[in-house]
Antibody, heavy 123, light 112 residues
Framework: QVQLVQSGAEVKKPGASVKVSCKASAYTFTTYGINWVRQAPGQGLEWMGWISTFNGNTKYAQKFQGRVTMTTDTSTSTAHVDLRSLTSDDTAVYFCARGSNWYSDPRAYMDVWGKGTTVTVSS | QSVLTQPPSVSGAPGQRVTISCTGS?????????VHWYQQLPGTAPKLLIY???IRPSGVPDRFSASKSGSSASLAITGLQAEDEADYYC????????????FGGGTKLTVL
């Protein structure tokens, strides 16, 4: 079945970087984009950004501009998110979610989600 | 705070009907962008519940329905069941801040 499998939990110190991976299976990777969404403890969902798996185009939430990089590896059907200069406010569960189109479509929704990767930032 | 406003919590007894509102503005829902809804059961990832304002993906019971009007949208759940207890989020697109996908703050549904 269609699924997104994410990498394991991470513990990082303030100021460090973290890279989370999301491996897709059972569908053609390059026909859907990948969103990254995070959820701080006890809080709601926060959209971080989107990447086209077809051409690598990205769209980042203004809040994360300059601190986040999203990439894909089509040879392994894997998407990655790299977040730098971590602070305790970045402690959250990070989800990847398949976008309904490979291009930046304002009408897009997120139809398949990974189980999430817990990132803890602590000194 | 989110650009899409949802009530923090709603509740209802088994069998009852509840609605969850999602209020936006002229830069998102009011601009004509579609609204999508997600259900997040405790300790799990969100699940797509409704897309394109009112379409249920395969497998979602018809007890769940949604609508959109003007700058707002709403999700209705009829015949409440214990397993409906979850957090519900609306999502749309917003043209401010260079354009981005946005979520509502989420609504916790408690089945009494």
């Amino acid at each position: 079945q269609v699924q997104l499998v994410q990498s394991g939990a991470e513990v990082k110190k303030p100021g460090a970087s973290v890279k989370v991976s999301c491996k897709a299976s059972a569908y053609t990777f390059t026909t859907y984009g990948i969103n990254w969404v995070r959820q701080a403890p006890g809080q709601g969902l926060e959209w971080m950004g989107w990447i086209s798996t077809f051409n690598g185009n990205t769209k980042y939430a203004q809040k994360f501009q300059g601190r986040v990089t999203m990439t894909t590896d089509t040879s392994t059907s894997t998407a990655h998110v790299d977040l730098r200069s971590l602070t305790s406010d970045d402690t959250a569960v990070y989800f990847c979610a398949r976008g309904s189109n490979w291009y930046s479509d304002p009408r897009a929704y997120m139809d398949v989600w990974g189980k999430g990767t817990t990132v803890t930032v602590s000194s | 705070q989110s650009v899409l406003t949802q009530p923090p919590s709603v509740s209802g007894a088994p069998g009852q009907r509840v609605t969850i509102s999602c209020t936006g503005s002229s830069s998102n829902i009011g601009a004509g962008y579609d609204v999508h809804w997600y259900q997040q059961l405790p300790g799990t990832a969100p699940k797509l519940l409704i897309y394109d304002n009112n379409i249920r993906p395969s497998g979602v019971p018809d007890r769940f329905s949604a609508s959109k009007s003007g700058s707002s949208a709403s999700l209705a759940i009829t015949g409440l069941q214990a397993e409906d207890e979850a957090d519900y989020y609306c999502q749309s697109y917003d043209t401010s801040l260079s354009g981005s996908w946005v979520f509502g703050g989420g609504t916790k549904l408690t089945v009494l």
